[in-house]
T-cell receptor, first 115, second 115 residues
Framework: AQTVTQSQPEMSVQEAETVTLSCTYDTSESDYYLFWYKQPPSRQMILVIRQEAYKQQNATENRFSVNFQKAAKSFSLKISDSQLGDAAMYFCAYRVIQGAQKLVFGQGTRLTINP | DVKVTQSSRYLVKRTGEKVFLECVQDMDHENMFWYRQDPGLGLRLIYFSYDVKMKEKGDIPEGYSVSREKKERFSLILESASTNQTSMYLC??????????????FGPGTRLLVL
């Protein structure tokens, strides 16, 4: 069975600084998708960034980028120039390409931004 | 924008009561999902549906059932609520195109307390 592990329950960063959230996963599949979702306090979960496993190039979305290391089964999220609005729970998630489209989530990392 | 709504933000029920959690999406999505979110455990899939009247068990289906009579609506049913079902329940939907990295869109969540 696939598993996703986020080893940092909480992280904090100074506003305008850079922070990296860690995620590792376990799978026997060779092709799959990886996602980072953000859940702000009392607000809906939204997609931050996604990566196809067959792509070697790391995905980027404005201030958000990933470091995808397929051999190490690692998928970290880097947030540059942190802003107060980045404060949220961040979840790493995995999905196989074919078949059921269910997501397997990590435990989550609560990110605090210090002004 | 995709909109996923859930019938209640907060719910308090007694042990043994039958509980209905409703989810509606307005984007004609094929897939709908029910997750449970608990601190330290992330999100875990309870049930999902890929078509009207179709359902599949997720990772933690025990004590729950679902109903999908119309494409836009997916209900989660707790036949006899128990205190260990106190949790945050999140509904999600996705378009349903196989083999794509499509996004799941989440509702705001229902925080259920079973006394």
């Amino acid at each position: 069975a696939q598993t996703v592990t986020q080893s940092q329950p909480e992280m904090s960063v100074q506003e305008a600084e850079t922070v990296t959230l860690s995620c590792t996963y376990d799978t026997s599949e060779s092709d799959y998708y990886l996602f980072w979702y953000k859940q702000p306090p009392s607000r809906q979960m939204i997609l931050v960034i996604r990566q196809e496993a067959y792509k070697q190039q790391n995905a980027t979305e404005n201030r958000f980028s990933v470091n995808f290391q397929k051999a190490a089964k690692s998928f970290s999220l880097k947030i540059s120039d942190s802003q107060l609005g980045d404060a949220a729970m961040y979840f790493c998630a995995y999905r196989v390409i074919q078949g059921a489209q269910k997501l397997v989530f990590g435990q989550g990392t609560r990110l605090t931004i210090n002004p | 924008d995709v909109k996923v709504t859930q019938s209640s933000r907060y719910l308090v029920k007694r042990t043994g009561e039958k509980v209905f959690l409703e989810c509606v999406q307005d984007m004609d999505h094929e897939n709908m999902f029910w997750y449970r979110q608990d601190p330290g455990l992330g999100l875990r899939l309870i049930y999902f549906s890929y078509d009207v009247k179709m359902k599949e068990k997720g990772d933690i289906p025990e004590g729950y059932s679902v109903s999908r009579e119309k494409k836009e609506r997916f209900s989660l049913i707790l036949e006899s609520a128990s205190t260990n079902q106190t949790s945050m329940y999140l509904c999600a939907s996705s378009l349903g195109r196989a083999g794509t990295q499509e996004t799941q869109y989440f509702g705001p969540g229902t925080r259920l307390l079973v006394l």
